[in-house]
Structure formats: structure tokens, C-alpha cells
């Protein structure tokens, strides 16, 4: 008889899941409500709910109760794909902007409110680091470690990959993803030169295109599928480049990742142009299951793509531990690398690759994804619940932002500082885009899971950016 | 009776001492053979031993006996300053001269041989680093450190330096000293722009101004006491500057110290000729006492000094931060640090900044510069012992290295392969100018304890050199 009942719940809540019964929040009824509606003992309806959890269609929040993994949200409408300007010009990125931008680097729009989660991986992390800091310190303390990078770590990055097909002295150890970006394009770029990019694209770069001296031309980009090879291939057509740079992996901000036939073409069109591709990959380890990456540089046969991340978006920020796969152009990237830097630091790359040799990365990996993908299903329930028609968003398939579209009267940089003063840290969509684009965009995050405080933020923020409508 | 045995002893080492008596290795007598020449018990020899250690005059050395800590090398015949091409260049390094650079940034003829010497204070530096780490883990995990660095490090490093009147808001921790010099001169140079230099100058700036397209132009530099002040406003005169770099405390390779005077008179032309001034101060740390460093930031009032500094040269290559007081140029710098770079790894700066606050870095800088000096004195001996008419080298009062100059029949770069395949590596003079300059100089550092090993290597290398004359 127990038996049956305990499938019986089981069934029912499977049937309730499906029919997507628990949005927006996915909050399944408590354990005493279950007791009650169903008349059955807790430990009845405890064991329903474990074998529910076993397998990954619910799961237990401590001190929250139960949830439901995968939530469907509502077929919405993507963000435009906005028309981009189609001449190469310099770029300037106002002082406002640059200001927004170094407090954007936070990521949040609650940076104050700090991180929750596990941090179990970070406790392992450190052991590793310490023991690393510890060994033969004396002779690390004394002497540079090798300009282009700990070997060791090295073997663990090209093994993470797997089917890469690279091998170390391919690969230089930079101190982060920005550091490898820069020094990417000094080493393709020459002052006055034209490089495309996404539109909107990650404002990290327009940075480094200013300071570099380098012109810039927007290249349209579909909110899902990412530049347009059409778009690029008519502008380079016009107006030569040396590089492109690309986040085919769940770019920041749209969260687009390029198909695969867009990707073969995008390799072939560099081949015949002869420009570099520069692939910022720092979200290639953020697919959302059962999307898998790959990478742009894994096609390329002929060493014209340069390929970057690092490990700040998918492991810590605190280790300031980038890479560059540097294709043709590696020598002259790890040239970079020791007049911009001289080396990294030896122990952190030490205690980093015996912890990716331990397994305990992809172990990491494979939990954090999931978290991610959950706390994005919240967050869009939370604005569909609360705002079904004033807002358009994108919803990606892995990596850690969405772009969202509001009504074009709405200017969300003019509202930036007003809301700045509710203590909420907006990242509005001009930081995309050198020609003044996006003003009635702006980038939200799920890296952080969906608390009360962070509700009550994104309440403020749409109230009063809505209100200008 | 036996009081004045002690004493008489003491009296007639000290006269001994005086006299330069223990040269070329400083090494006393044995504790034995004093028991014999002086008809002593081991007990009385001890005690006036252990008096004579108090006064700073000798030093033990475990397992080798005792040394006298002071030791007053001949007089000797300086270095010859050589005339500096006259006007500004394009920098251009050679493939050859960049490999051997890479490798010289391991600043000894052994790097294989490892580092000896006291390791307490990396312990100790370890735990704090380690604490670091450990506290608020998941925070700094998910948020990205202060692009222009750790308060709390930045009131660490002013305090540190005293009377240098600077505030935190005119500080911008990076990565390393290079990682300074980098955007320093990216901050005040055009590609195109003239900067001056040292000559003999450290070869990282010529990499620098290589990699940022600009031109060059070398003045001429007393081996004792650094830059010339006269040659430089002669070539400023007709060639305007935008920067010029200097390391006024121990630069390398000479170890010259500027002048409180020439000091002066170089932050004037500064002023009146609007040129900034980057001072690479690396070596300010390692004074030997009595010397103490002076700082030219600390003499300039209207933010004409831009301070460059690391923690490389006096604590551990390991922890890659340095720090740049960019005076009138803070916020283009501070800029470019976020551009190249994002943040440096908060976990490091913290325990860094715990490190110095509990009084440890300046603990260990007491002693270290100590043990430097004694370094520098027993290569001093050795050289002037094995080769007292073939070298010349200078004998500098802070600072890891010396120049030393060959016959001029000798081209120390020319035997660099031949005699690193014996093992050691050679740090060629040719690497320190941009215009072929100092073929028969090389640089010597004593930062390492004078082992057996390094002596062999010295030997090897100095007969593979001077045959060749």
C-alpha cells in the first residue's frame, strides 16, 4: 500500500511539472501543504520528493523548500536586431561611460549585496593554491616565472578542451581574459587600422580599440545567432580589416551562440580576407545542458583564429588567469605578454592546474551550470510575471546575461545615475555599441541566484525606467 | 684574569679587521685555530666572538664559520661612460637579444642552481596570503577587485614609503613594475613620440618602446652617479621629449645612484621643458645602510613624476603587483590599467597589505638588504682575487647588480651561446642600449648567496670571455 502512495504523489507532481503548474517561481507546494492536500505522512511524501530529485525534476533549497529544475517560460519576443552604422570610425567612449563601465565590471546590480551559493569548490580551490604558495616559495620568490606560462597549467587547459588540437607552445598564460583580448589586437592590429564587431558587443573591447588607436565597424548581430556573416562579408567588402573579434559562445550581452554553419563560413571568409579572428571564449564553459560548446579555433586549420578566455566567469574573478591559443600570431602575443607583464603569477597557475588535474573543475562545472540555468529560468519568470509587456529579452542558452529591450522613448543611460542612487548598478545598452546605439536597452545577469534583495532591485530599477515611458 | 683574555683577543681581531685583514672572503680564523694561535679556551675565544657579533662586526654562516660583515674592497677603476648616439631612433630588438632577455629575467648566471637563504618571511608572507584567500572566498569569486586596487594595500604602500605625501586616490596598483612602465608610457606617449633614456638602461623600457612605436634617444650616464643631466637638456634642446625614464636608486645594470643635486635639477628641466618624468624606482627598497632611498615623486610638487615600483626585486617575484603614483597622469593610467587588464587578484593584494601592516615587510627588509650587501662584497672579492686586471665593475650602495666591462677586444654577446651551453646565463651589455652599444660589458648580480656552484660558473664564464681578447 505505501508504496503506491508514494508513487502516486510521484505521478501527480511529474504530471503538474510538466504542464508547467509552478511558475513563476517553480516553488512546489511545502511538505506539510502536500501532507494535508493528500493525506499522506511526511515520510511519504519526503520519499516522492527524493526520488523526484533523483532525477533532476526537482530540487531542495535550503531553508526554501522544494523546486521545480527546469522551468519553460513563455514564448516571448526576442530583442530587434537594430540596424548598425556601415562606416569604420574611432572610437570614443564618453567619460560617463567609461565610469558605468568600470562599476559594471561587477556584474551585478546588487554588487553590495554579495555572493551566495555554494562555495565548497572555493574551499578546495584554496588548498590547492595554499599548497601551491608553499612549495618551493623561496625559489619562486626569486626568480620570474616563464613568460608564457606554467606548463603544467598548460596541459591542464588543452586536456579541458579536449579535441583542440593544440599544444602547449601554442599557448600563452595571460592575467585574464581582458589582458588576453589586449594583447591580441597589438599584436594583429597596427594604429588606424579596421576591426569589426559584434554589434552590441562587449564594451571591454571598445576599450581596447580606443586606447589602441584602432577604428571600429559594427557588424549586425541576430539576438540568438550572433554576428551576421552577410552583413560582415558586404562591410569587409568596402572596407578591409585586420581582425575580427567574436564571442561565438554565448556572448555577452545577448547571450547569442553562433550555429555551426555561420561559424565554418565566418572561418572560410577570414581565410580568404586574410583577417585574424579574434574568439573571446570566456563563456565556452557555460552551456547550459544539453548544449555543448565548441570552439571557433577547434575548425581552424590554418591558424588564423586567436582564441581567449580565461577563468574568471566560470571558476573566480580573484585569480586573474586568462589564456590566448595565439594561431599565426603566437609568437608575437607572447612577445606581448612579457613586455605588458613580464609573467603571471607562478603559484596561482600551480594550484590551478592540479586542481583541474584533480578533476574537482569539471566536477565544479557540472553543478554550476545547472545553477545558472536555474537562476536565469527565475529571473525570466520574475519579468514575465511582473512586466509581460513593457519588456522584450533575450534567452540564451548558456553564459551568464540577457539583453533587454524596452520602449524606444526610454533612455536607460539618462536614468543611470538616478538609479544609481537607490544603490542598484544598471548596465545600460549604450555601453555596447561605439555609435550611440541601444539607448533603450540593458544588460541584466543571472550569475547570482534570484534573492528577495534582488527582486526588490529589479522592481526599483524597471519602476523607474517604465515610468519615463 | 680571564676578563682580560676575552678582551685582548677582541681588541686584536678588531685591529684585524680594520686592517682588511680577512679579505678576499672575509672569513676569521677558526674557532680551533684561534684556540691555538692564542693559547685560548674554546669558551673565551666564543665569548669574544659572540661580543664582536654584537657589534655587527662579524657574522656567523652556518656550517662555514665566522665572516667579517663589512668587508672594504681595493679601490678600483670604474666603468668607462661611453658616448650615446645623438639622435632619436626607432627601437628595434633583435630576435636574438629578445630570447636572451627572456631568459636574463631570471637574473642570475644559474637559474638551475635554485635560490638559498633565509625562506621565514615567505612563510610568513604565506600564511597572510593564505588568510586572504580563505576570507569572504565566494565574494571575490564573483566580483572583480577594484580595478586601480586594494585600499587597504594602497594605505599599506604610502605608509610604507613615509614621507612621499600621496593619497590612495593617486595610486593605482598593477601587475608587476613592467605592467607599470607599460601603461606609464602609454599614458603619456604617441606612437611616434621621443622618450629618453638611461644608457646603459633596463631593457624592458627598449621592449616597451618597441611594442608602442616609440622613438628612443639615449643620454649619457655616470656609471656612480646616473643620468646626466647635462647631456640630457642638450638633446632636449633639439629634440623634444614627452618622457623620459630614469631609475634614480640602483638602476640596472650600473647601480648608480643620482645625486640629491641632479635630482633637483631634472624635476626643473622636467617642469620647464614639460616632459614627464618616469621614475622606476625597483630598487628603492634595497639602500644599504647607512644609505637611505629618496624618491624623486617625493621632491615633486606638481605631479611631473610618475612613480613606478614592484614588490618583485624586494620581496617575491611571485606575487606580480607593483604600483604606479602617475601624478598628473593617474587617471589616463588608471584607465589603462582596467583597459589591459580589468583588476589584479584581490587575495594577494590583502595578504600583502596584512603582511606589511604586522611590521614583516620592514622586518625582513632590514635584514635582507644586509645579507645583499655581504653578497655583493664577496663578488667583489672574488672577481678582484681571480681577475684583478681584466674587469672593471662598479660597487654600488644598493640595488642586485653590477656593470662590468671587458677589454674592448671582447663581444660578451658573441660567446652568449657557447657559454650557455655550459650551463650558465650570461647577461650581455649589447641588451642595455638600443644602438649596439657595450658589446664588451655584461651585467653581474649578486641577489643570490655566492655558492660554490655560482663561483665555478663565474670562473667559466670569465675564462670562456677574456680568452677571446
Partial sequence: MKQFKYTELEAILKKKIDANSFTPTGKLPSVRELCKLQGLSKATVLHSLHRLESQGLIYAKPKSGYFVTQIKPPKRVLPKQIKTSSTPRNVSVPAILKDIMTRSAAFDILPSAGAQGDATHLTVLNRHLNKAFRSSQSQKAFYYNNSDGDLRLKHAIINHYGGLNQKPDELCITNGCQHSLFISLMATCSPGDTVAVESPTFYGVLQILEQLNLKIIEVACDPEHGISIDDLTKKIAK???????????????????????????????????????????????????????????????????????????????????????????????????????????????????????????????????????????????????????????????????????????????????????????????????????????????????????????????????????
Same sequence: chains 1, 2.
Fill in 239 to 469: 572596407w578591409p580589416i585586420k581582425a575580427c573579434v567574436v564571442s561565438p559562445n554565448y556572448s555577452t550581452p545577448t547571450g547569442a551562440c553562433m550555429p555551426h554553419r555561420a561559424r565554418e563560413e565566418l572561418l572560410k571568409l577570414a581565410v580568404k580576407s586574410d583577417f585574424c579572428i579574434i574568439e573571446d571564449d570566456i563563456y565556452g564553459d557555460l552551456a547550459f545542458p544539453p548544449f555543448v560548446s565548441e570552439s571557433l579555433k577547434s575548425l581552424d586549420t590554418q591558424g588564423q583564429v586567436i582564441l581567449c578566455s580565461s577563468f574568471s566567469k566560470s571558476l573566480s574573478r580573484d585569480l586573474r588567469i586568462g589564456w590566448v591559443f595565439g594561431g599565426k600570431w603566437h609568437d608575437k602575443i607572447t612577445q606581448l605578454k612579457l613586455v605588458t607583464q613580464l609573467s603571471s603569477c607562478g603559484s596561482i597557475q600551480q594550484g590551478l592546474a592540479t586542481f583541474i588535474e584533480d578533476g574537482h573543475y569539471r566536477r565544479y562545472l557540472n553543478k554550476h551550470v545547472y545553477a545558472i540555468k536555474q537562476q536565469q529560468a527565475e529571473l525570466i519568470n520574475f519579468l514575465q510575471t511582473h512586466w509581460p509587456e513593457d519588456i522584450r529579452f533575450t534567452q540564451a542558452n548558456g553564459g551568464i546575461s540577457m539583453w533587454v529591450e524596452l520602449d524606444e522613448s526610454i533612455d536607460t543611460q539618462k536614468s543611470y545615475n538616478e538609479i544609481l542612487q537607490q544603490g542598484i548598478v544598471m548596465t545600460p545598452g549604450s555601453l555596447f555599441s561605439a555609435s550611440g546605439q541601444y539607448k533603450n536597452f540593458l544588460r541584466l545577469s543571472y550569475i547570482h541566484p534570484l534573492t528577495k534583495a534582488r527582486e526588490v532591485a529589479i522592481k526599483k530599477l524597471f519602476s523607474t525606467l517604465l515610468v519615463k515611458k
